[in-house]
């Protein structure tokens, strides 16, 4: 866009948010992850430490072949040792080794660092950071200096922080990060500091942000850090790190690009910035929050009548952009308070000759208004409440009929990761079939079981998998006799549903969840296979 103002994105996900709990990344997991950041259109992706372990030296070797249209990729790393020449400094060589066209390197800022941490002298702690900027520069590289805990440094001894970013620049460094490593920095402070670095070295190097979310304000720190003058912004796209995380990029370009005028990254990617974030959550195994703005399931979720009926008359009445704008969709929740014309819009997915005053939709209301007096809950449970809408109005034929279901415990375990074993018999067009599995409790055996049971009948069945299981009981008063309510999220890969089940048998519940999953799979299944025959 001609005139726009650009921001450099850098996005850590592969380094800096790797450091989160549970995630550990293989090399082609990683190389998913880049070729996913590079049809995003990022800038950089910082794409890890080769020094640091074989792995990632292995995946910098590997990552050559690819072919990217956007992306630049940064090997990251320290300041030379204290003591040593560059020339001599391993971890250097390894940041060489990488062959990547930008360098990312990390130094000291804070005095306290220097001397208490890595121990040594002030002076030589600013002859580290210019050293390595030029060696890197005389190799060939763009170096990028990250200032580690810069504005903890600067509200302790200004002047030397400043002498840090000195030594960056007479060492070649083309962009200055502004790193607030340990997340403590409020709004005012963030704005006053960056804006005086912007106005010292503004004009010598591009000043970047660097934010972790300790305070809970890591991406509005980057936002003001922004509006004072920072033009390369440092985050990972989930938000995910050490601690409480790293600033959450999916929440970051949006609002620079759709509500500050800035552009992150090209204009017509924007749309797909929702479907990548999934991407990288279920290549990191991780469930995402779905209370994410602008890319999570609720972010343009609606539940109260009253709401829902303002939003299709006109959407701008309880949304700030549009959610295709992100490549986000809205999403009306099934609950007691939602009214009729809530129904109204789901019925017409499937059925769009049924208008508002039809009997089925007196019925289909009616039904949700009993099933949640027994402890059903639909507005979490998207596949169920479809199966429900298609059940009432004849857009429904099972695919199966269940014979029985037997689930044991087993103790003594037979073997590791076995403590239960399930059997089901099944039966499709006529054929029986009769399955057995084996697993970590009594559902998961059920699973295994099942998925046995009709893979033979429909081979997508092993497509798709559980992501999340929750257990939540309805009337503790009746102790173990309680009713209980399951939540089971699916995935595969692509979409993601979640069903519920409701008994006061926690195995039934879960069975009852279980096939409501199963048949939503299978029903999009076959209405992708119509409309490519169409």
């Given amino acids: ?109 804070w005095d306290f660092q220097v001397t208490d941490i890595i121990r040594t002298t002030l002076e030589e702690n600013l002859e580290m950071i210019r050293d390595t900027a030029e060696f890197l520069k005389k190799n060939g590289r763009n170096v990028i200096y990250d200032a580690e805990h810069f504005f903890t440094a600067y509200v302790k001894n200004k002047e030397y922080a400043m002498k840090t970013l000195q030594a960056a620049i007479d060492g070649g460094a083309s962009v200055l990060t502004l790193c607030e490593t340990k997340g403590g920095c409020v709004l005012d402070e963030c704005r006053e500091i960056t804006k005086d670095v912007v106005k010292t070295f503004g004009d010598k190097a591009v000043i970047g942000i660097h934010t972790h979310n300790d305070s809970g304000l890591a991406v509005a720190n980057t936002l003001m850090a ?104 809205r999403v009306f929740l099934m609950s007691e308070v939602a009214g009729r014309s809530m129904i109204i819009e789901k019925i017409k997915k499937f059925d769009s000759s049924i208008e508002k005053d039809d009997p089925v939709v007196a019925e289909i209301m009616q039904k949700v208004k009993q099933l949640e007096f027994e402890g059903y809950q639909f507005e979490g449970a998207d596949g169920s409440f479809e199966l429900l809408v298609r059940k009432t109005i004849g857009k429904y034929q099972p695919f199966f009929k269940l014979h029985y279901y037997q689930v044991n415990s087993v103790n003594p375990r037979p073997e590791e990761g076995v403590c239960a074993c399930a059997q089901v018999k099944v039966e499709v067009d006529e054929q029986i079939e009769v399955t057995g599995g084996e697993g970590m409790g009594p559902v998961n055996a059920l699973d295994i079981a099942f998925r046995k049971a009709l893979e033979r009948f429909y081979p997508s069945v092993q497509s798709f998998r559980l992501t999340d299981y929750k257990v939540r009981v309805l009337d503790g008063k009746s102790a173990t006799a309680s009713r209980v309510r399951v939540l089971i999220e699916s995935s595969d890969g692509n979409e993601s549903w979640t069903t519920v089940g409701v008994s006061c048998d926690l195995v039934e519940a879960s069975w009852l969840a279980l096939v409501d999953s199963f048949e939503y799979k299978l029903i999009k299944d076959v209405e992708k296979k119509f409309k490519k025959i169409i």
Wanted: proline share 4%; charged share 25%.
């Fill in 1 to 109: 866009m001609s005139g726009t103002k650009t921001i450099d994105i850098l996005d850590s996900t592969l380094r800096d948010g790797a450091q989160g709990e549970g995630i550990s990344f293989s090399i082609q997991d990683k190389i998913h992850i880049v070729e996913a950041l590079d049809e995003l259109g990022v800038k950089y992706v910082e794409a890890g430490n080769p020094g640091s372990n074989p792995k990632d030296m292995e995946f910098f070797q590997q990552v050559k072949k690819l072919n990217l249209k956007n992306a630049r990729l940064c090997a990251f790393g320290s300041t030379r040792r204290k003591g040593m020449q560059c020339i001599e400094d391993t971890n250097l060589q390894s940041l060489l080794a990488a062959d990547t066209e930008d360098v990312v390197f990390f130094g000291k800022s």
């Fill in 226 to 329: 922004v509006d004072s003058g920072a033009r390369h912004v440092q985050g990972c796209l989930l938000g995910i790190g050490e601690r409480t995380g790293n600033a959450n990029l999916s929440t970051i370009i949006p609002n620079l690009q759709l509500k500050m005028g800035y552009e992150c990254i090209p204009s017509e990617n924007l749309k797909i910035i929702t479907p990548t974030v999934k991407k990288i959550a279920e290549i990191s195994n991780l469930h995402l929050d779905s209370g994410l703005p602008y890319v999570g399931t609720n972010a343009f979720a609606h539940k109260a009548g009253m709401h829902i009926d303002a939003v299709l008359k006109n959407p701008y009445a309880y949304e700030h952009i549009e959610p295709e704008s992100v490549g986000n969709e």
